[in-house]
């Protein structure tokens, strides 16, 4: 947030080509200190009111794209809680501000990506499913424009991982087990914090195939993974598997899983929330 307070700052002191230029990294400061209050530490209040600022920076950049990637970021906020007509009203926005300025394949790609996140989220996975085919056939095909430098947190591979959850979520457990495991293989090693979630959806797809124990193994990799390196969206995920397994909590291998998952600092952690 230093960064964003210098934005802040500077922009007071300056006209022109030089204040869109601050305003732009101003944004961007808001718009990844958004991203670490909602996705890592789970404070969608915080986030909303970050990335308000990321949104009024862009719009005093005159970036519609970055404008873009605001919006849709704000659409998670109501779309995890289910409300479903926030987060498509959010994503029209979002739609609408990357029309117009040269929006690539990939962001749009992520639009889609975003928009069945919050589908699933809000029940509605055969909606979810045909965005991510739209995600798919766009990115399969070359992109007239560039990407944004400053949108480095979506691929291929992290349109797979949605992809495999929404799978998980509507039922199709092989696919969804065929894509996940694609998804990590293929996931470069920098992307940690993205192995925990997909190794929790994997735990998640064998626990509803009915096997519990590789379903614990693949939990057991991602607390490992989130060890290494914590992401409270990772944890959410090992926690709903661990719920899936109830039915089996008394077996050696939910045990096992139970000693890791309730260690000290994860147990402080869930109360804390």
């Known amino acids: 947030m230093a960064h964003a307070a210098l934005g802040h700052a500077l922009l007071t002191e300056t006209a022109g080509h030089t204040r869109a230029l601050v305003a732009t990294g ?36 005159n970036d519609p794209l970055l404008g873009a990637a605001v919006l849709a970021h704000t659409a998670f906020i109501p779309g995890w809680a289910g409300d479903r007509a926030t ?37 509605d996975v055969r909606t979810a499913l045909n965005l991510i085919g ?36 509507a039922g199709h457990l092989p696919q969804a087990h065929n894509t996940l495991l694609a998804a990590l293989d293929a996931l470069p090693a920098e992307e940690e914090k993205q192995r925990s979630v997909l190794l929790g959806d994997l735990a998640a797809t064998e626990a509803a195939r009915g ?44 045990r096992d899983l139970d000693d890791r998952l309730y260690g000290w600092a994860t147990t402080v952690s869930a109360l804390a929330r």
């Open 134 to 169: 739209h995600g798919e056939d766009l990115l399969a095909r070359s992109s007239e424009h560039e990407t944004p430098e400053w949108m480095n947190w979506f691929s291929a591979v992290r349109l797979a991982a949605f992809k495999g959850n929404v799978q998980l979520k």
């Open 26 to 61: 101003l944004s961007e400061s808001h718009l990844l200190a958004g991203r670490i209050e909602f996705f890592d530490l789970h404070e969608p209040d915080r986030a909303s009111a970050t990335w308000l600022r990321a949104l009024q920076a862009a719009g005093e950049a």
């Open 211 to 254: 096997r519990p124990e590789a379903a614990c193994q693949y939990a057991v990799r991602a607390l490992d993974q989130l060890e290494l390196t914590w992401y409270a969206v990772g944890m959410d995920r090992v926690r709903e598997v661990r719920r899936a397994l109830s039915a089996h909590q008394h077996e050696q291998c939910v």
């Open 87 to 123: 987060a498509m009203e959010r994503m029209v926005a979002a739609r609408t501000y990357a029309r117009r300025g040269p929006a690539s394949a990939d962001l749009l790609a992520w639009l889609d990506a975003v928009e069945a996140e919050c589908e699933t989220r809000c029940g």
